[in-house]
């Protein structure tokens, strides 16, 4: 088990609502961007001398510009009905991690400065200054919202506090006060194209390798193509998928689903980046400018169609903000709809019989599926609404002979998030990660007693990263979670694969 | 015309111009602000049609609050349901003559009003024993609630206690129409309720009472969840792209 400096919550049986204790997150606080990381992105270097000025007057500019900022922060009533929803909440029992708690946050400078109410007489409606103290609360609490919109889900007016994070990540931002994980991150996609810098000789030569694996292990030739002009789709995935694990064992499967489906496809070097860390710092511009990459890659490289991997913020910009961000994308082939999730598009393959499965080679385990924030409450997929619950798990259930659900007020358009989703993926976070899985946690450790469940798939690359870097907090296996694509690859015969028996024959044959 | 007359007289101008002015002025300022991104929150409906199911069963079934708090969703729902009642039922003293509906209403406007006090006091009552209702309670939001539970109570007790001639209440409204009060009975009680209404007339603009036109132009409910069909692009952010 990981060393922790912090006490790891015990798990229980059901969820508890823990009883409000203040202020026991407060020390929370993810590094500041040096000036280094904020110039590129078009902000000041560090807090700026006449900063509660300039703070508030951005803030009336994003209440101009987002109906959802101006709404959510008249509209609320305190009804409560969100205060036990977040697991941040649940796992630090501090009240400014309740939604409402959190919004307060900016609702109580809000009233202050924009309402009649909170000009005349703050002290009745709860309105403050914006002080240096408020400040440092707001750099603290709102980066402990993992964006997930659990809380807009039960909220009578929908109120989502992922709106309200972006917005006062986005003013912080605008005043010089940054985070470094973020903005570091998106300085490295405009300067090489993915989140984790890695050059494009790097990718050609990991992919390489990919297809030397996968041929020794099937002895079929399944391409790992990138930068191909002319190929039919173009892939957008993750960078964790490059090389990470399980990651990689995912980026495996869609290749092999790709072989499968009689497709030309490709990875592209200068948009090899699916996750858009834009919309976790609220810029619309940076946000904006990090999707058009994909644009570019799509025009440069005439491809028809885009896929996405799996990752579910990415999901969520490809989704919900492409057509708005980067299109229209009237030069694509108009049957399809643009952009296609990975899954989607493996499962109009299964829906048409067109893939081979042996589900015994998944026999070894026992699966849960962990429906990811952001695909789950922010995007769809397929036709019909409630899509993004049903295809991934029609995906197991065709590649896995043993699949159990967790429990109902966890999943689906309930699921509690993995903990590290919106942008708080980094180590000088890892308290609040760790405290924040546990109603995730929870119910994966329900199943696993009652259903013997050994594996959890998911489909976001920072769920994978998060749940194999926190599991071992609560005495569980890094390896315990795993790729959607990976029990494809597993389970998928491919056209001449070598059967099991005559497996070394012919791989002795082609050396 | 007597002093208290045209006290109330001016007071009840003074309640609906900032009423109606300040609603105006929020909604049109909602309607305004453009959302530049779709933000409904998934699984969501693929058509105007759906959409209006959905506002509809969140405004008369508060659908969500019911998935997230049932006590406050019961409490909450007796509230808003006796308001609706009594609303109704009040529409007696504004109109002439007063339509059937109306008339058919009269009786059951009476157990909205008791109803819709008895959800009061459960939602207030909650302010004090849910610690985490209570953490995010400020003084208005109590206040706002003692404001309608007295409103309701000073109602209740002319409709049982103290009886006015509503009669009169009518005329006198009949006549602000007319910019002609007519006298206003002088009964405490009546002059309690009157008093309090105006009161929550004019902050209803400027307080969270705002839910009730928000709740419409919410985006995380409103929109319809069709991104990749069709190009959704706000003013502001056309302008990005003459750049
Ligand atoms: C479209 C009409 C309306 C809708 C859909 C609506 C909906 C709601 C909902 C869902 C809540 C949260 C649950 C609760 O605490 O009851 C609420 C609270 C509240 N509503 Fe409304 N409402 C509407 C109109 C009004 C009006 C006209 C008033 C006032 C005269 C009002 C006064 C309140 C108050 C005071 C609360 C807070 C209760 C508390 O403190 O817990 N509502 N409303
Ligand atoms: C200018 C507006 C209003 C006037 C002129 C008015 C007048 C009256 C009168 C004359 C009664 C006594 C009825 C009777 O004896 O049968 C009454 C009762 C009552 N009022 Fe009002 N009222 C007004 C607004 C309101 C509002 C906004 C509320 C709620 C928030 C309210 C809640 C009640 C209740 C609960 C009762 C007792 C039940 C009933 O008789 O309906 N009133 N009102
Ligand atoms: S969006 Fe998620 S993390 Fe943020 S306050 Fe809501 S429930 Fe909590
Ligand atoms: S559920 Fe919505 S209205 Fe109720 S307290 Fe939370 S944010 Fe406010």
């Known amino acids: 088990m990981a060393k922790a400096t912090f006490e790891v919550p015990e798990l229980s049986q059901y969820i508890e609502v823990p009883a409000v204790t203040p202020e026991t997150m407060a020390h929370s606080m993810p590094f500041v961007a040096k000036p280094e990381f904020q110039e590129p992105l078009g902000f000041p270097g560090e807090l700026m001398d006449d900063w509660q000025q300039k703070a508030i007057g951005k803030m009336g500019e994003l209440l101009g510009k987002y109906r959802s900022l101006r709404v959510y922060l008249d509209a609320c009533v305190k009804c409560g009905s969100c205060t036990d929803k977040c697991h941040y909440y649940l796992g630090t029992k501090d009240p400014k991690n309740m939604p409402v708690g959190r919004q307060d946050l900016m609702r109580k400078v809000y009233r202050r400065y924009f309402t009649l109410a909170g000009k005349l007489f703050p002290k009745l409606v709860g309105a403050e200054e914006f002080t240096k103290e408020v400040l440092d609360d707001w750099y603290s609490y709102y980066h402990q919202c993992s964006q997930c919109r659990r809380c807009s889900v039960f909220c009578p007016y929908g109120i989502d506090t992922a709106e309200i994070s972006?917005?006062?990540?986005?003013?912080?931002?605008?005043i010089g006060v940054g985070q470094k994980y973020c903005n570091e991150i998106i300085g490295k996609v405009y300067k090489i194209g993915n989140n984790l810098g890695l050059p494009g000789p790097a990718l050609a030569d990991t992919l390489e390798g990919l297809e030397e694996d996968v041929y020794d292990e099937t002895g079929v030739r399944v391409r790992y193509p990138i930068d191909e002009?002319?190929?039919?789709?173009?892939?957008i995935t993750p960078s964790a998928d490059f090389f990470a694990e399980p990651h990689v064992d995912g980026l495996i499967g869609y290749g092999k689903v790709f072989h499968e489906a009689g497709v030309s496809w490709t990875l592209s070097s200068y948009a090899s980046e699916a996750a858009n860390f834009g919309m976790f710092i609220g810029s619309y511009d940076?946000?904006?400018?990090?999707?058009q990459r994909i644009r570019e890659a799509a025009i440069q490289l005439k491809v028809k169609r885009i896929v996405f991997g799996e990752c579910g913020h990415a999901w969520r910009v490809?989704?919900?903000?492409?057509n708005t961000l980067a299109g229209p994308w009237d030069f694509l082939d108009p049957r399809y709809p643009v952009p296609q999730h990975i899954c989607e598009f493996t499962y109009d393959l299964i829906q048409r019989g067109k893939l081979t499965f042996d589900k015994s080679e998944n026999d070894d385990k026992v699966l849960t599926y962990h429906d990811s924030c952001n695909v789950a409450r922010a995007s769809r997929m397929g036709d019909t609404p409630g899509g993004q619950f049903e295809i991934p798990r029609a995906i197991i259930r065709a590649t896995c002979n043993h699949?159990?659900?967790m429990d109902e007020d966890t999943i689906r358009d309930r699921t509690f998030c993995c903990g590290g989703g919106g942008g708080l993926l980094t180590d000088d976070l890892m308290e609040l990660r760790v405290k924040g899985a546990k109603p995730r946690v929870e119910a994966l450790n329900n199943v696993m007693q009652e259903k013997a469940v050994t594996h959890m798939a998911a489909i976001c690359a920072i769920c994978k990263s998060?749940?194999?870097k926190v599991l071992p907090y609560y005495g569980m296996e890094m390896d315990q979670i795993v790729s959607l694509h990976q029990l494809v690859s597993n389970a998928i015969v491919l056209t001449g694969q070598d059967t099991e028996g005559d497996d070394e024959d012919e791989t002795d044959e082609a050396a | 015309m007597s002093f208290l007359t045209m006290v109330y007289a001016y007071l009840y101008y003074f309640a609906a111009l900032v009423l109606v002015v300040g609603l105006v002025y929020k909604v049109v300022q909602y309607a305004r602000t453009p959302a530049p991104l779709k933000i409904p929150t998934t699984p969501a409906p693929?058509?105007?049609?759906?959409?209006?199911?959905?506002?509809?069963?969140e405004v008369v079934l508060f659908e969500s609050l019911f998935r997230g708090n049932k006590w406050t969703w019961i409490f909450g729902w007796i509230f808003h349901f006796g308001l609706f009642l009594v609303t109704l039922r009040h529409l007696r003293y504004f109109i002439e003559p007063v339509w059937l509906p109306i008339k058919l209403v009269q009786p059951f406007g009476v157990y909205g009003g008791m109803a819709m006090v008895v959800g009061l006091v459960g939602l207030w009552s909650r302010r004090f024993f849910v610690d985490r209702v209570r953490y995010i309670s400020s003084p208005s939001d109590h206040l706002i609630l003692v404001l309608l539970i007295a409103i309701g109570c000073s109602g209740l007790l002319m409709r049982f206690v103290f009886h006015t001639d509503v009669v009169a209440v009518k005329s006198f409204f009949l006549g602000l129409y007319a910019f002609d009060p007519?006298?206003?009975p002088s009964d405490p009680i009546l002059l309690l309720h009157l008093l309090l209404v105006a009161i929550l007339m004019i902050v209803f603009p400027y307080s969270k009472l705002l839910h009730a036109p928000g709740l419409f132009f919410s985006p995380s409910r409103n929109q319809v969840d069709n991104p990749r069909e069709q190009r959704h692009v706000a003013p502001w952010a056309k302008r990005l792209e003459q750049e």
């Open chain 1, 166 to 174: 972006m917005a006062a990540r986005e003013i912080m931002d605008s």
């Open chain 1, 229 to 235: 002009e002319g190929a039919e789709i173009l892939l």
């Open chain 1, 286 to 291: 940076n946000m904006r400018r990090v999707a």
């Open chain 1, 318 to 322: 490809a989704y919900s903000f492409l």
């Open chain 1, 403 to 405: 699949f159990y659900d």
């Open chain 1, 466 to 468: 998060q749940f194999t």
């Open chain 2, 46 to 57: 693929t058509t105007r049609t759906g959409v209006v199911f959905r506002m509809t069963r």
């Open chain 2, 182 to 184: 007519r006298p206003l």
